[in-house]
């Protein structure tokens, strides 16, 4: 029987090229849309990710606790050991050393007397041994004056906080903060150039130092906030981020030392773990929408095609098949339509999929004032989802269409199907 019906669909492509190509076509474009919104939903979350939570981040129970407070006292201690070992145990990761920290810039005068002062947070990150973070974070097309740091001991501020100084790149500035261990940390910088990032909040007083410089100037040598890994391929996959975070936490769960280090992933952060969720509920309810509307698009399609063909239904009553017969093979076309379009549709789907993905859309022109959370590059993100989610439009709309519109049959007498094959 399904020899017959796929031997009938070949040699009649009246019935059956239109309808593939618009299974086909609705296919692709499901499958491409999912990667699509899944990619840029999630681009904004991911930026936030690069610039403060990582995918994983491991940092010490104590820390964790009073996050809010950026308590360097609390800090990781002998963390060239530890990127070692995760390196080792977890290579799909980059891991990186980050310290966060607060403090005043003071501004002196020509006699080294103050001139002026303004609160700083600032971010220690590896600038001079790597690109690796800087472009991670996206930093140098933020850079608005200067240059971007060459050298120990140069920084890079905000330029809201670089005018309100009245500073310039090249002018020294001394930060005073505090150490790990509570004493005051007192440390000269040079200005190498100031960044805009968009966002009020990092623009009003924002230094990016290297983290080496930080370590110095707060005495934590061999001691860093976090450390952060992110998969190498840039894409979150929260499953394999959770069984991380549950492998590496078990190696630690009888150490009541509250300097133990423990990890947590992305979708558990606080705040972030509240926005993974949101962009991931919205991203699929926008994605429910579109599968139900090309779900009556071939639905639709369906339900045409069956009306069209009541004169060979006539035809073939004439010559004694069965009502169910006929009903049953109109179903079973359907179905191989579907097959066939939901195949094709979603390997071309994917294809474009996986080209968005790999290359983006560049969209620098008409994203210069963006912020930094945003990237300039649209990228699509296939996911196991992606691979089987033209199923819906292609091969149970379609059918449900071909069943609906073969429930005629059964309702028109014989005499009114030799009407309509007479006409």
Do not use: C
């Amino acid at each position: 029987m399904l020899k017959f019906l796929l031997k009938g669909l070949m040699r009649d492509r009246s019935r059956s090229l239109l309808p593939v190509i618009v299974v086909t076509l609705g296919v692709m474009i499901t499958v491409f849309m999912h990667a699509y919104l899944s990619g840029v939903l999630g681009e904004s979350l991911e930026k936030t990710a690069d610039f403060s939570e990582g995918h994983v981040k491991v940092e010490t129970k104590a820390y964790a606790d009073n996050l809010s407070q950026l308590p360097n006292d609390l800090a990781l201690v002998g963390v060239d050991t530890l990127v070692k070992s995760l390196e080792r145990l977890y290579p799909e990761y980059n891991w990186v050393r980050r310290i966060d920290f607060g403090g005043l810039l003071d501004v002196p005068d020509s006699a080294g007397n103050t001139k002026m002062q303004g609160a700083v947070m600032g971010k220690g990150l590896d600038l001079l041994q790597s690109d690796d973070e800087a472009t991670r974070m996206g930093l140098k097309k933020l850079l608005v004056k200067g240059r971007f740091p060459s050298k120990a001991g140069e920084v890079l501020v905000s330029d809201e906080l670089l005018e309100k100084l009245h500073l310039r790149p090249g002018d020294r500035v001394t930060l005073i903060s505090s150490t790990m261990f509570g004493e005051m940390a007192i440390y000269n910088f040079t200005v190498a150039g100031s960044l805009h990032f968009g966002i009020n909040l990092l623009d009003r007083g924002m230094m990016i130092v290297d983290i080496h410089d930080v370590q110095m100037a707060l005495n934590m040598e061999d001691a860093s906030g976090a450390v952060l890994g992110f998969f190498k391929n840039n894409l979150y996959n929260d499953k394999h981020a959770v069984a991380t975070k549950t492998d590496f936490n078990k190696r630690y769960k009888n150490d009541g030392d509250k300097f133990a280090p423990v990890m947590s992933s992305l979708s558990e952060n606080g705040l972030m773990g509240f926005s993974y969720t949101f962009v991931k509920n919205i991203a699929g309810f926008i994605i429910l929408i579109f599968i139900f509307a090309m779900s009556i698009v071939l639905w639709n399609a369906g339900l045409i095609s069956g009306l069209r063909r009541y004169g060979e239904f006539g035809l073939r009553m004439a010559i004694g098949e069965e009502k169910s017969e006929i009903y049953r093979s109109l179903i079973g076309e359907a179905a191989l339509i579907g097959i066939i379009g939901t195949i094709t549709g979603t390997i071309l789907g994917l294809s474009v999929s996986w080209l968005m993905q790999e290359y983006g859309i560049n969209m620098e022109s008409i994203m210069k004032s963006s912020s930094l959370m945003i990237s300039d590059t649209l990228r699509a993100q296939i996911t196991p989802t992606t691979w089987f989610i033209g199923l819906v439009p292609g091969i149970i709309s379609t059918v449900i269409g071909a069943a609906l519109s073969g429930i005629g049959i059964y309702k028109r007498q014989t005499a009114n199907l030799f009407k309509e094959l007479q006409n």
